[in-house]
C-alpha cells in the first residue's frame, strides 16, 4: 500500500518540478509591466496611492472597465500639467462582487479640504496640486470638464456621491504649483 502512495507522490512531484511556473501569476504580471511607465495619483491625507489609467474611450463602458486598475484619467480633457482641466474619476464604493482592486479609492474624497496637497508622480517628475474648491454637483453636470480654466493647470478629481449612491457628484479641484 506504501508504494503506491510513495509512487503518487512521487509523480506529483515531477509534475510540480516540471511544470509549476517559476514564478507566481501576480509577480509575472507585474514583472511583464516594469519596463511600462506608470502614473500615480497620491494623497498623503487619505494615505492614497491609486495608478492613473487612460480609459480607451470617453464610453461609460470603457470607464467602467478601466476602474477595475486604479483612478481613471479621462479621454478629450486635458494631459497632465499641461493648461486646462486635467479630469480623473474613481469609484466611492461599487458593487462587491465587482472585479478590480479599486472598487472604492475615493471613498473618503470628501475629508480633502482648501490647501490640501494631491500629487500625481511620473517617472520623471511629481506633479504638485493643491485643493482651491470642493463642491457637489448633478451627476448629469457636464459643465465640470470644462477646459476653460482662464490659463491655469487644473486637477478635477470626481466621484459618485453621497458614497453607496449614484446620484450626485463630488468634485475636488485643485491648481498647479507652479516651481
Same mark, same amino acid.
Given at each position: 500500500?506504501?508504494?503506491?502512495? /510513495? /509512487? ?5 512531484a515531477?509534475?510540480?518540478f ?5 514564478? /507566481? ?12 511607465t506608470q ?9 492614497? @496611492? ?8 470617453? /464610453?461609460?463602458?470603457?470607464i467602467?472597465?478601466?476602474?477595475k486598475r486604479g483612478?481613471v ?33 475615493f ?9 490640501n496637497?494631491?500629487?500625481?508622480e ?19 453636470d ?9 490659463? @491655469? @493647470? ?14 450626485? @457628484? ?10
Open positions: 500500500m506504501e508504494k503506491p502512495a /510513495s /509512487s503518487l507522490l512521487l509523480g506529483f515531477i509534475i510540480i516540471f511544470f509549476w511556473p517559476s514564478q /507566481s501569476i501576480e509577480q509575472r504580471s507585474s514583472n511583464d509591466t516594469a519596463t511600462e502614473t500615480y495619483l497620491i494623497i498623503d491625507k487619505l494615505s492614497l @496611492r491609486a495608478p492613473i489609467v487612460e480609459a480607451s474611450e470617453n /464610453s461609460e463602458e470603457a467602467q472597465t478601466t476602474l483612478v484619467h479621462l479621454p478629450d480633457t486635458a494631459k497632465l500639467g499641461e493648461l486646462g482641466n486635467y479630469y480623473l474619476v474613481g469609484h466611492s464604493s461599487d458593487y462587491p462582487w465587482s472585479d478590480g482592486e479599486y472598487p472604492d479609492v471613498a473618503r474624497l470628501p475629508e480633502l479640504a482648501l490647501g496637497e494631491v500629487l500625481i511620473t517617472a520623471n517628475q511629481t506633479f504638485v496640486y493643491v485643493v482651491i474648491k470642493t463642491l457637489v454637483v448633478p451627476k448629469n457636464l459643465t465640470v470638464l470644462s477646459q476653460d480654466t482662464s490659463g @491655469r @493647470r487644473l486637477l478635477t478629481l470626481q466621484t459618485s456621491y453621497p458614497v453607496g449612491t449614484a446620484d450626485k @457628484r463630488f468634485l475636488v479641484i485643485a491648481q498647479l504649483q507652479e516651481k
